[in-house]
């Protein structure tokens, strides 16, 4: 990662199954800085992982369909998940959970089986994301028997934003977080801005993976894609971005779909409904004034609105716009 002539300096491990990033301008920072985001991202954890028996999210599949307070933590990730479903008109849905288990991701990705027996692909719609009930200002949430939430296409954007933001604001520097293909930045850039890797597989190490890179000073940026997250059943292979519509792994013609918003939530909501849009999605993310990056399954790449060709361009700040059923 390069910052031009201001110091920086970076550390690298992994949390929430995924790989995690985290530079500071302010070199002296980084110890209690990374003290700080390890201690968020176990909340984060503890509150939206449908993997662990005692996450707050998991208790919900015992909670009868009752109304049931929940923490302050789960409360802003349920809100950022409901923030894409209203978003996308539930393109981007949080009741996949049991589609997802259903196709064989029902525990950590490094645990699922890539190469298993046959699965029942039966095409049923999820449940929606209108059949939850959520009360931020009470903090309650209640959901129905039969539902299972997975924040997956949310969580750690939202998380990302959250972090990078309290970081600025406690350490009085410039701060990028990265978690897995979700990067937010605040606080002061560094002079040329945080030059950003974007590539087909993020957990990828090769230095010599295809790869672009793009320089952001403020917002984020989010990959979605049906690369990394990539598994066979019978032959046939599925991966972890699921259609509401069908309650099956999207059938889409990109490989990845990088774009740029104000946040990194906002940017990860409309990658992943880019995905699951499939052929319709350079239209609409057009229309919503977003920059993006569309990666095709045969390699050939689209691009929207100001995604710069090459590295060097100016820095992205820009919101998702009330176009296109958006708001």
Same mark, same amino acid.
């Given at each position: 990662?390069? /910052?031009?002539?201001?110091?920086?300096?970076?550390?690298?491990?992994?949390?929430?199954?995924?790989?995690?990033?985290?530079?500071?301008?302010?070199?002296?920072?980084?110890?209690?800085?990374?003290?700080?985001?390890? *201690?968020?991202?176990?909340?984060?954890?503890?509150?939206?992982?449908?993997?662990?028996?005692?996450?707050?999210?998991?208790?919900?599949?015992?909670?009868?369909?009752?109304?049931?307070?929940?923490?302050?933590?789960?409360?802003?990730?349920?809100?950022?998940?409901?923030?894409?479903?209203?978003?996308?008109?539930?393109?981007?849905?949080? /009741?996949?959970?049991?589609?997802?288990?259903?196709?064989?991701?029902?525990?950590?990705?490094?645990?699922?089986? @890539?190469?298993?027996?046959?699965?029942?692909?039966?095409?049923? $719609?999820?449940?929606?994301?209108?059949?939850?009930?959520?009360?931020?200002?009470?903090?309650?949430?209640?959901?129905?028997?039969?539902?299972?939430?997975?924040?997956?296409?949310?969580?750690?954007?939202?998380?990302?934003?959250?972090?990078?933001?309290?970081?600025?604001?406690?350490?009085?520097?410039?701060?990028?977080?990265?978690?897995?293909?979700?990067?937010?930045?605040?606080?002061?850039?560094?002079?040329?801005?945080?030059?950003?890797?974007?590539?087909?597989?993020?957990?990828?190490?090769?230095?010599?993976?295809?790869?672009?890179?793009?320089?952001?000073?403020?917002?984020?940026?989010?990959?979605?894609?049906?690369?990394?997250?990539?598994?066979?059943?019978?032959?046939?292979?599925? @991966? @972890?971005?699921?259609? $509401? @519509?069908?309650?099956?792994?999207?059938?889409? $013609?990109?490989?990845?779909?990088?774009?740029?918003?104000?946040?990194?939530?906002?940017?990860?909501?409309?990658?992943?409904?880019?995905?699951?849009?499939?052929? *319709?999605?350079?239209?609409?993310?057009?229309?919503?004034?977003?920059?993006?990056?569309?990666?095709?399954?045969?390699? /050939?790449?689209?691009?929207?609105?100001?995604?710069?060709?090459? $590295?060097?361009? /100016?820095?992205?700040?820009?919101?998702?716009?009330?176009?296109?059923?958006?708001?």
């Amino acid at each position: 990662m390069s /910052t031009g002539t201001r110091p920086y300096a970076a550390a690298d491990w992994r949390a929430l199954g995924c790989a995690v990033r985290l530079a500071v301008t302010d070199p002296a920072a980084l110890t209690d800085a990374r003290q700080a985001l390890t *201690r968020w991202l176990a909340r984060v954890d503890c509150a939206c992982s449908r993997f662990r028996d005692d996450s707050e999210i998991t208790a919900l599949d015992h909670s009868g369909g009752r109304e049931t307070p929940i923490s302050d933590v789960l409360s802003e990730a349920i809100a950022a998940a409901l923030r894409g479903a209203e978003l996308t008109d539930g393109d981007v849905d949080p /009741t996949v959970g049991s589609a997802l288990a259903g196709l064989g991701y029902d525990r950590d990705f490094t645990l699922v089986e @890539h190469d298993g027996s046959p699965v029942k692909l039966v095409v049923r $719609p999820v449940p929606g994301w209108r059949r939850i009930a959520f009360d931020a200002e009470q903090r309650t949430l209640a959901v129905p028997s039969g539902i299972q939430l997975d924040l997956g296409a949310t969580a750690k954007a939202w998380a990302a934003d959250r972090a990078a933001g309290d970081l600025a604001a406690e350490f009085g520097c410039g701060v990028l977080v990265g978690l897995g293909g979700d990067v937010a930045v605040a606080g002061p850039a560094p002079e040329d801005g945080w030059s950003v890797r974007v590539q087909d597989r993020t957990e990828d190490p090769d230095p010599d993976a295809p790869h672009t890179s793009v320089l952001i000073r403020d917002g984020g940026l989010a990959t979605s894609g049906t690369a990394a997250r990539r598994w066979t059943r019978g032959g046939r292979t599925l @991966h @972890h971005i699921i259609d $509401p @519509h069908t309650g099956l792994s999207a059938r889409t $013609p990109w490989r990845t779909v990088s774009v740029t918003a104000a946040g990194c939530l906002d940017a990860n909501i409309a990658s992943t409904a880019a995905v699951i849009r499939g052929t *319709r999605a350079p239209a609409w993310l057009a229309e919503c004034d977003l920059d993006a990056r569309l990666l095709a399954e045969d390699g /050939t790449v689209c691009t929207i609105g100001r995604w710069p060709a090459a $590295p060097g361009s /100016t820095g992205f700040s820009y919101a998702i716009r009330p176009k296109g059923g958006l708001s």
